[in-house]
Each structure stands twice: as structure tokens, then as C-alpha cells.
């Protein structure tokens, strides 16, 4: 929510302007772009850690014994391994989430 804020505060959208719901649509893609972007290593460790246990998967001990794991390992771009996929399914899904909050506030007159 707050990198949306600061997109539409930077390039101050009005939503009663003609294009303005074009530029939600894209600043909501951006907006979880970015967020996801900076919550994934933390995403990815909470889903390695979900699969200790289960057979073929490696046991950690917590959250920094897996960080330092795949740090140790694959190097710093291991805590990013998968963003691609992850954009793929987030950039729309934001997009239209932000669209239909900003499209909703007009609707309302909030």
C-alpha cells in the first residue's frame, strides 16, 4: 500500500482525471512489484522452513541457520531464486487489486 502511495503521491494522479484508472491499474502492478521485490528472501526462507521434515528436503535449525544456508550456498542471488515466476503471479494480481480499491473509492465517493 505504501509504494502505491508514493507512486501516486510522486506523479500525483487525480482520480477523477480521464486516464486515471489506466495509471492505477499500472502503479498497481509497479506498487507490488516493488513490494515483492523486497519481502521475497523472507517469503522463500518461510517456505523452506514449512518443508523441514518432509523427505528430500534439508532440516535447519531457524531462520538464520536457513538464511546463512542459502546464502552459503547458492550465494546472495539464492535468496532471490524464483522472482520471475513470483512477478508473473503478483503484477497482475496487484494491478487489478489497486485498480478495483481506487475504482471503488470513486464509486463510493470516498
Known sequence: M???DI???????????KNAQVKNFFFGGLAGTIAVTFTYPTDLIRRKL??????????????????VTILNTDGFAGW???????????????????????????FLDV
Open 80 to 106: 532471490y531464486r524464483g522472482l520471475w515466476p513470483c512477478y508473473l503471479k503478483v503484477a497482475p494480481s496487484m494491478a487489478i487489486l489497486f485498480w478495483c480499491n481506487e475504482r471503488l473509492k470513486v
Open 50 to 67: 514449512q518443508m523441514v521434515g518432509h523427505p528430500g528436503y534439508p532440516n535447519y535449525t531457524g531462520f538464520v541457520d536457513c538464511a
Open 7 to 17: 507512486l501516486r503521491t510522486f506523479f500525483k494522479i487525480d482520480n477523477q482525471a
Open 2 to 4: 505504501s509504494s502505491f
